[in-house]
Structure formats: C-alpha cells, structure tokens
C-alpha cells in the first residue's frame, strides 16, 4: 500500500469535533493539536463523555459495545421529549428531531491523497480544503409517531387505574387530585428504541460553515467505509491494574500483544522460532519472548521512575497449556539481579507499565486496521486519566515521555506512515504542569446550565494585548500554579507572609467561625492560593477565561505620599495620601478617597466589564479586593503592620529569633502606634511567618491559638466561604 507522502490530514484549529446533545456536551465543540491535546478540567465536565461518545460513533466494533441509553440524552433534551409526549401530534414540517450527534469538521491540504475522502466532498471550490462527518442518533418522524402513540395508550390505562381522588388540603379546603403518569419513566423504558442511526457526509463551505441540509448518506455511497478515512483507539481511566497475589494483570496483557503481533505478521522469524521450541524448556521460550517483546520492554525501561531502571522488566515462559501465550507467560520485575512476580511492584508501577503495553498495542491495532486492511487517513488515540495511582514524580515523568513514544506515527508492515493525533484527558496538575501552553484544552460547566464548554488556552492570545503578561502567566500557571485549572474559587496573595499563614488562617476560621448551612468549610472547598504580588491585574483575564465563581484578592494598602517630590515615602496613615498598590488602582482607580471610603464588603465586590474592559463594583460581584482596614483608629498598611497592632501581645509574651525581626521590636511597643516601626524591622517575611506558627498554642478547637485573624483577611474569607 503506497504511503500517502506529506499527509497532513487532522482535526485541529478551526477542524473541530463537534457534539450535541450528548449528556453535559449539549452544544460542544473541541479543536486539536496535530500530535497531543490535554483535556482538563474539573470533576463532571464532560472529559469521559468526549471520549465515550467517540467511542460510540467511531470506535472499534464488536459484540458487548455500549449501546445509547435514554439518560445520555442532555437533560434539556430529554425534558424536550417530555414535551413532545404531553402535547398534540406536531405534522412533520413542525417536528423538530432529537437527537444525539457528532460532527468531525476535517481539514486537507494540495498534498493529501484524497481518494478516501472523495466520496464525501461535496464542494467542488478548489479554495475549499474541509471535509465534514456527521453522526446522528435521532429520533424520525415516524418513531416520533410510535412513541406518542405508545404513551397516550399507556396513559390512558394509568388513568383508568388512578381515579380521580378527593382530599383535603390546609385551610380544610377540599380538591380532586388525580396521580401524575411518569412521563419521563416512560421515556427511560421505551424512547431509546425509536432512536435511528445515521451516518453521513456534510456538506460544508470553504470557511468551514456546515449546511445541515445538505447532506449524503453513507449507505447512499457504495462501498465506502469510514474506518478508511479515520481509526479510533482508546485507553480507558478503568484498567485492570490490581496488585493482589492472584493478579496477572501485565501476564495477561501478553496475550493480547502477540495476538496483534501474530494479526500484523510482524517479527515472523521470531513467532516461528517459538512455534519450533513451544515443547522446548522455559529457558529457550523465554529467549524468544525477550525478542517479541524487546520493543515494548524498551520502552517501558525508557519512562524510568524515581531511580534508574526502576522500570525494568522481563517476559518468562511458564508453560502450562498447549494454547501459545495464554497462560503460559508472566512478566517478572528485575531487581537486584532478581525476578520478582509483577504484583511485588506498587500499583503506579503497574499502571504506567499497563499503560505503555495499551499503547503499543493500539498502535497496532492502528497499523493493521481490520476493517479497511490499509492506514487510516487520520488515526486518533484517547487515554484517559493516565494518573491513577501513580505519584507526582512519575506523572511528570509519563507527559515527557508520551510525546516521544507517540511522535513516530503509525507505521504499518510496508512503511507506510501516517501521523498520530492523541488526546490525554487528567486531572492531574502535575502533569499539565510539565505540558505545554498551547496543547491544553480546558473543559468548563457553564454556570447554572447543563452543559460545558472547550476552551483552547491558545485563545488566550487573543484576550491579552499585553503579550509580555500573557508570557509570563504561560510560564508561571504552567509551572507553579497549574492546579488552579481544577478550582473553583482562588485566592490572589502577595507573597511569602500569606503563603504560609493562610492555611492556618484558613484552618483557624474554619473552627473558630463555624460555617451556616449549606456552607462548607473553606478546607472543604476546592481553593487554588497564588502568589500573585501586588500585580493581580495581570491574572484577571485568565481568571475570567477560566470562569471560577469567586476570587478574592488579599493585598496590602500601602499608603504612601502623595507629595510629587517624594512619591515613595512610605506613611502609616495621614490625608495626603496615596496608594502605590497597584492591584487596588486598578479596582478602584487612583482616587484615594474611593479607597478608604471601601469598609463593607458590598463595596469590595467586582465583575468584569467585557465591554469597556475594567472592573465594575458591583454587589454579589466574582471578585473581592480586601486590604488592611482600620481597627480602633489604627489604619495600617501591611500585614505585619496590621498583625502586630491586633496581636500586641502575642508580640510582647513571645520568643521571635533574630532572623525573623530585630530585638528591639518590643521597644516602646506599648502603643498601636508603633505597630508601624516595629513591623519595618522584619527581616524575613518568610521567617516572621514561621515564627507566628511555631508560637502558636492550640486553644480548644483552634491549632492556631494565641493570635486574632487581621480583619480584611476574616472579611474576606468569610465571603469567599459563602
């Protein structure tokens, strides 16, 4: 089979797969990357259903395939159905199908053999490079028909069954009641019945707009195949890895290895010498084991773990029937010149190693392609949640590693080559945190509705004007922050003070200020802390983009002069004044008096104008700006300032080191007003930190007793924990 030379056949960028109406995917469409797409997102926002409908529709075929349910259908969906059963029979213009679809929108280029797509081209525009698939599983007309039919005559004798009731209700009113028929329980036994397949070509314009009425089916095209044009191939997040005594997980995984070997007729000489030697010793099958299997035990070496060559492993025979591999091999773990049984290694080992097994043997699946006998024009493999069970360290270790084994392509038994596209969907932020920027796809659920949306992180390009913040947020997010793409709510901090007093503090409210129903304990919640300086302008784009519903910024006042001979002089409190913060600028703008006027939370709150691209103040507001405010007319302008006027004496009666501040703090340090000069004499924020926890004394239920929470940070903590 000639190779396709320059094969640039994908779906990426503006070639998206689109989905609709497939449980929380209602209106949804993701694009690719040529080679890895990262999928996160949180719990419950549609990354399993991606790969499962997928699946569904151009996966593998076989016996015991998932078949549609009712409850796949997105919920508005399904409350649409419900309507249509409880109204009169729409004429068929009027009817509206339901249905569960998919649509693959392809791109091609001058170079790409067309001759498996041609029968799908409907546009002849040589300026038009798309290519459009479509799936339907609808509900026609006529099953439409069946299905109102059946449920007004089962309907019917539900009422016949369910008289109408007298009764009384409050106020010794009396009424007639009749039983409500459970529509949607119908639904749930009978619709999916009436549902129909269909599989199509779509027509599609040059700037890849699709025309649904337009279309041919696939059953109107002779002899054409969609596996010849695309392969689908998935790991699922449910693999068989135990490490039990009995288990023979990665033995078992063999079996299934040669089969494809033997299928592909690869490594010939290799599968003949262990026909020859089948009633030989153990020791002669397992030299021709370690040559079958040499490609995959190298790459299993090659991800490595924590210490060189933790991943090595062997295949042995063991024979014990007359059948080839089945039963009659096992995977060893060599260690310290020791073969171990596979269930002696930990269950991060046995998944990373099930893993690469999986891989390899979908990639041959890809290379022979029962269906077609010949490589798919584009060849798409899903792994899901590659994490399980495994530890940070080997996390990073399987992205590095991934795109490497997987960059090759799919090679079949001639040499012909055809690219690989892969999507990995985690929740794992050590993994995004060694990814890069523009591979990642973030899945969100809109807020309030039944359905979630893809959001390219490369779009980012287009919020920020300012290229210099969006390289740095590429390299800080990435790197030191990726878990905020799993929150839900973050908390912006300066530095290091905050950083490692707000778990305490945090901790320390949860138990001191017990939360009213239906709150939760903020530990309880799923808050990303990030250190941010006095710069959090910089993240509020991002923070949009990524739609989290509450954040709230902790930043100092720092008040200073407003003299233009001396801007940066700093002062503890005083009228002629101004802020140098520059997070507290850019929420309230420059006038000074707006800042200390801001006491209530209410005039702390902010929502992004989209339109005139600032912040407006506005009540029940996604952010809120808390800083230091004054308590019993001391107005401080840190929070070292702000803590050692509210915790004199927790000051005065303990031991801090010199490291942390200067001695002669407590001098004269009898005054709030001298919270200021003893707070300039910090000389490690980190080690003040430190020190504040290292003193504290558990008091009942607070860890952290001894000190009182500053009030801005209680302020706002409380609202963030609503």
Not at 124 to 135: E, K, Q, R, T
Not at 443 to 450: A, F, M, P, V, Y
Not at 562 to 590: C, L, M, W
Not at 656 to 678: L, M, P, R, V
């Amino acid at each position: 089979m000639p190779s396709l030379v320059g094969s640039e056949m994908c779906i990426r960028d503006r070639e998206k797969i689109i989905v609709r109406n497939f449980r929380l995917l209602k209106d949804f469409s993701i694009d690719l990357e040529d080679s890895l797409s990262l999928v996160i997102g949180k719990n419950n926002v549609g990354k399993t259903s991606l790969l499962l409908i997928l699946d569904q529709f151009i996966g593998p075929r076989g016996e015991g395939k998932r078949a549609f349910r009712f409850n796949d259908l997105n919920l508005d969906a399904q409350e649409q159905l419900k309507g249509y059963m409880t109204s009169p029979l729409l004429t068929e213009d009027a009817y509206r199908p339901i249905a569960i679809s998919m649509r693959l929108l392809i791109s091609y280029t001058d170079r790409d053999n067309l001759s498996n797509v041609s029968p799908l081209l409907m546009d002849l525009d040589v300026d038009n490079h798309y290519v459009a698939i479509g799936f339907d599983y609808c509900l026609p007309y006529e099953g439409y028909k069946d299905l109102l039919s059946q449920c007004a005559t089962l309907r019917a004798k539900f009422d016949a069954k369910h008289p109408e009731v007298e009764v009384t209700t409050e106020g010794d009113e009396e009424g007639v009641v009749r039983p409500e028929y459970d529509v949607m329980a119908f639904l749930n036994d009978n619709a999916i019945g009436k549902f129909k397949l269909i599989r199509k070509s779509v027509k599609v314009d040059k700037d890849g707009v699709l025309d649904e009425t337009d279309y041919v089916d696939f059953a109107d095209i002779p002899n054409f195949r969609i596996e010849s044009v695309i392969q689908f191939q998935s790991i699922g997040a449910r693999r068989d890895v135990d490490n039990r005594d009995v288990d023979k997980t990665l033995s078992s995984k063999t079996s299934d290895l040669y089969k494809a070997i033997e299928e592909s007729q690869e490594q010939i000489e290799a599968k003949e010498g262990f026909l020859e030697q089948l009633k030989e010793t153990d020791v002669k099958l397992t030299g021709i084991y370690s040559n079958i299997f040499s490609d995959i035990v190298e790459k299993i070496r090659r991800f490595g773990g924590l210490a060189p060559n933790d991943t090595i492993i062997k295949v042995i025979s063991s024979l014990q029937h007359r059948e080839l591999l089945k039963g009659n091999t096992t995977v060893k773990y060599e260690h310290d010149n020791k073969d171990l049984p596979e269930n002696f290694n930990g269950l991060g080992y046995m998944n990373l190693i099930s893993i690469i097994f999986d891989i390899d043997l979908m990639m041959k699946r890809f290379a022979k392609n029962k269906e077609v006998g010949q490589l798919s024009d584009i060849n798409l493999l899903f792994i899901e949640e590659p994490e399980a069970h495994t530890h940070p360290q080997m996390q990073y270790v399987f992205i590095k590693n991934i795109k490497e084994l997987l960059n090759g392509g799919v090679v079949d038994e001639y040499g012909n080559k055809k690219p690989l596209q892969y999507i990995v969907s985690t929740h794992s932020s050590h993994i995004v945190a060694d990814s890069e920027y523009d591979d990642i796809k973030y899945l969100h659920r809109l807020d309030g509705k039944n359905e979630v949306e893809a959001k390219s992180l490369k779009a980012l390009s287009e919020v920020y004007d300012n290229k210099d913040h969006l390289k740095f947020l590429k390299q800080y997010i990435t790197i030191n922050r990726s878990e905020l793409f799993f929150a839900d709510k973050a908390i912006l901090i300066e530095g290091d003070t905050e950083r490692i007093l707000l778990p305490a503090i945090i901790k320390k409210l949860d138990v001191t200020e017990v939360a009213a129903k239906p709150e939760q304990p903020l530990l309880s919640q799923n808050v990303s802390i990030i250190e941010v300086g006095a710069h959090a302008e910089i993240f509020v784009k991002l923070l949009n983009f990524l739609g989290l519903t509450k954040v709230l910024v902790l930043t100092d006042f720092d008040c200073c002069s407003a003299d233009v001979h001396h801007p940066k002089t700093k002062y503890r409190s005083g009228q002629n004044q101004v802020t140098s913060n520059t997070a507290i600028k850019y929420f309230f703008g420059e006038r000074m008096s707006d800042v200390l006027a801001s006491k209530s939370a209410n005039d702390k709150q902010f929502v992004w104008d989209s339109v005139n691209g600032k912040m407006t103040a506005q009540n029940n507001g996604m952010y809120m700006v808390c800083y230091q405010i004054a308590e019993n007319g001391y107005q401080p302008r840190s929070f070292e300032d702000d803590f050692m006027a509210l915790n004199k004496k927790y000051m005065l009666d303990n031991v801090f080191t010199e490291s942390a501040i200067d001695a002669g703090f407590k001098d004269g340090f009898d005054k709030e007003e001298k919270a200021y000069e003893a707070a300039e004499k910090v000389n490690s924020k980190a080690a003040f930190a430190f020190e504040i926890l290292l003193n504290s004394k558990r008091d009942g239920n607070d860890p952290f007793g001894g000190w009182t929470i500053p009030a801005y940070i209680k302020q706002g903590l409380l609202w963030l924990r609503k």
